[in-house]
């Protein structure tokens, strides 16, 4: 690695990406995520962070629970992680995904055309705007795999991804309300070594 190269020196270049999105038009959102990532790519960007349920748009309430919605984001999952092959940024990507019956709000963690891993939520809020227990369901205490596409993926809230060509660099990603509990799992994340905190949040405050 050059020397002169700010990963050479513990330090790692991450994006919090914002963008215009198309509520329930996961494949205009995967194109928009694409774009930003390519972007990144281009200002050598370790990580991109995009916001919570990137694919779908955060405020369709029940739409959330339509199959032709669900079906239609892992088909743009399925694009964003084809088009990330050539590109060095770690995508974290918001997806409402199914898994063992029930939904939940998600963020997918990909690299050079490969899902890493799928962090579920853990706590979902239920007050003011927020009623994302009606849709989704917590992902606190669930782990195992998950199916993405043909391939199969970690998937729970404990995931940590070590890079392998970047000194000290280990990922834990958490999402909007995992934060403000008082033991977020961002801190136990910390504890067993992370070095970089992700969180995707698509809320209003």
Do not use: W
Not at 9 to 25: E, M, P
Not at 27 to 44: F, I, K, W, Y
Not at 120 to 128: D, I, M
């Amino acid at each position: 690695m050059d020397f002169y190269s700010a990963y050479q020196h513990g330090f790692v270049r991450v994006a919090a990406c914002t963008q215009h999105t198309a509520l329930a038009d996961p494949a205009a959102n995967a194109e928009s995520v694409l774009a930003t990532a390519r972007d990144c790519d281009a200002d050598s960007v370790a990580v991109a962070v995009f916001p919570e349920l990137t694919l779908s748009g955060y405020s369709i309430d029940d739409i959330l629970m339509q199959d032709a919605l669900l079906e239609a984001v892992h088909e743009a999952l399925l694009e964003v992680v084809a088009g990330s092959a050539t590109l060095m940024p770690v995508l974290v990507v918001g997806a409402p995904l199914r898994f063992g019956h029930r939904i939940y709000n998600s963020a997918v963690v990909i690299h050079r055309g490969r899902v890493l891993g799928v962090v579920p939520k853990s706590y979902l809020p239920t007050y003011r705007e927020f009623y994302e227990k009606r849709q989704m369901a917590a992902g606190d205490d669930v782990q195992g795999v998950i199916r993405i596409g043909d391939v199969d993926a970690p998937f729970g809230a404990d995931l940590l991804f070590a890079a392998t060509d970047v000194p000290g660099f280990v990922l834990h990603v958490e999402i909007c309300e995992d934060m403000f509990v008082p033991v977020p799992p961002s801190a136990l994340a910390a504890l067993a070594g992370a070095t970089v905190l992700a969180n995707l949040s698509g809320s209003p405050i």
